[in-house]
């Protein structure tokens, strides 16, 4: 099975910081990495989906990236309707797994 | 516009089969490179993907739940179905359904969820 390490587990930062959440794959997954959003009490909303696109409606503070098997999320701009648990999750074969979940808060 | 809904037992008793049906629309599953998956998320954990259908009737499951998992369509009615059998408490969770984006294997829409709990 494919591993996704995420870190952190949890962080507190300020409106309008940078934020950045990172996912390692334990293998080469390619292209084949998709964010997700889950605010409380919700189900999870995708945000970004072949490691670097833009889901539809997503605001465009959120970009994905990849160097490697290291996949990060940036939000550019901290947002109060930010707040939730970020997952990674790799597609590239199954099972397909999910990374830990980041908890982000507002400081 | 695509939407999805879980309809489940709500609550049933260890050893018992679990069944669960994802209706949906907007698409369907009769269409080529469409797919949907079931996940689960126990109360206050993350997220454990159980299993996935394809519109050529192509099936995946999580190993981890060895020969428990059963996935199925109707495509006529547009849903799909997931049968866990010998239930016990750790299967207590919120299970979703959401639809396969061809982009990159990508789960687009999800539904809203159905809680299940084991509970004797």
């Known amino acids: 099975d494919i591993q996704m390490t995420q870190s952190p587990a949890s962080l507190s930062a300020s409106l309008e910081e940078i934020v950045t959440i990172t996912c390692q794959a334990s293998q080469d997954i390619g292209n084949w990495l998709a964010w997700y959003q889950q605010k409380p009490g919700k189900s999870p909303q995708l945000l970004i989906y072949g490691a670097t696109s833009l889901a539809d409606g997503v605001p465009s503070r959120f970009s994905g990236s990849r160097s490697g098997t290291q996949y990060s999320l940036k939000i550019s701009r901290l947002q109060v309707e930010d707040i939730g648990i970020y997952y990674c999750q790799q597609a590239s074969s199954a099972p397909l797994t999910f990374g830990s979940g980041t908890k982000l808060e507002i400081k | 516009q695509v939407t999805l809904k879980e309809s489940g037992p709500g609550i049933l008793q260890p050893s018992q089969t679990l069944s669960l049906t994802c209706t949906f629309s907007g698409f369907s599953l009769s269409t080529y490179g469409m797919g949907v998956g079931w996940i689960r998320q126990p109360s206050g954990k993350g997220l454990e993907w159980l299993a996935n259908i394809w519109w050529d009737d192509d099936k995946y499951y999580n190993p981890s739940l060895k020969n428990r998992l059963t996935i199925s369509k109707d495509t006529s009615n547009n849903q799909a179905f997931l049968k866990i059998t010998n239930v016990d408490t750790a299967d207590t969770a919120t299970y979703y359904c959401?639809?396969?984006?061809?982009?990159?294997?990508?789960?687009?829409?999800w539904g809203q969820g159905v809680m299940v709990t084991v509970s004797s």
């Open positions: 959401a639809r396969i984006a061809l982009n990159y294997g990508s789960l687009d829409y």
